[in-house]
């Protein structure tokens, strides 16, 4: 059982490149949803998903796009990056029912330079 | 909105001594689950006890026991016979129950140090 899967671990970017940071589970979770980890600001939830074709806004959205076309995975693409999305980036799922604990993958240190 | 509040700076224990790490929530919802959530050097996150805003007694798991006070909106987690492998950030985090907004919000975390 792989749980939750991230790739890459580490990526360096340059200002305005696009790129898809990649999360899978294979544990037949509804919920998925990417986080960023800043210092001293805890982790954000950028966008969430509670099945497959359905997405919503978390609290810093901007500047990522996100699409649910399976249940496994859930892929978070940065259009244009900037320097201010650098941080950690963590994926995570469960189930829907909230006494279920949120699975995280390893997550995925970006830089933009 | 849910909103999850830890306020306290650092914090220090002394090897097996108890510690208490303060957590409070806001939200207008009856039904809602608290979470720890352990985050050491290394980076992953570990999941470390459950809270439901419903249940009778406060949660235990093994030397951690979370300290639910409704009325308060406080849910406190404490360790009990700290170990040197205690030390790493913990963040605390509410979700509420069902529907398509059963997002995890997290806390600023807090930073433990455990000294031998």
Sequence with gaps: NAGVTQTPKFQVLKTGQS???????DMNH?????????????LRLIHYSVGAGITDQGEVPNGYNVSRSTTEDFPLRLLSAAPSQTSVYFCASSRMTSRY????GPGTRLTVT | AQKITQTQPGMFVQEKE???????????DPSYGLF???????????????????????????R???NFQKARKSANLVISASQLGDSAMYF??????GGANSKLTFGKGITLSVRP
């Design chain 2, 36 to 62: 720890w959530y352990k985050q050491p050097s290394s980076g992953e996150m570990i999941f470390l006890i459950y809270q439901g805003s419903y249940d009778q007694q406060n949660a235990t798991e093994g």
């Design chain 2, 18 to 28: 108890a510690v208490t790490l303060d957590c409070t929530y806001d939200t207008s």
């Design chain 1, 19 to 25: 790129m898809t940071l990649q999360c899978a589970q």
């Design chain 2, 64 to 66: 951690y026991s979370l």
């Design chain 2, 92 to 97: 605390c985090a509410m979700r509420v129950f």
């Design chain 1, 101 to 104: 604990e949120q699975y995280f």
């Design chain 1, 30 to 42: 509804e919920y998925m949803s990417w986080y960023r980890q800043d210092p001293g600001m805890g």
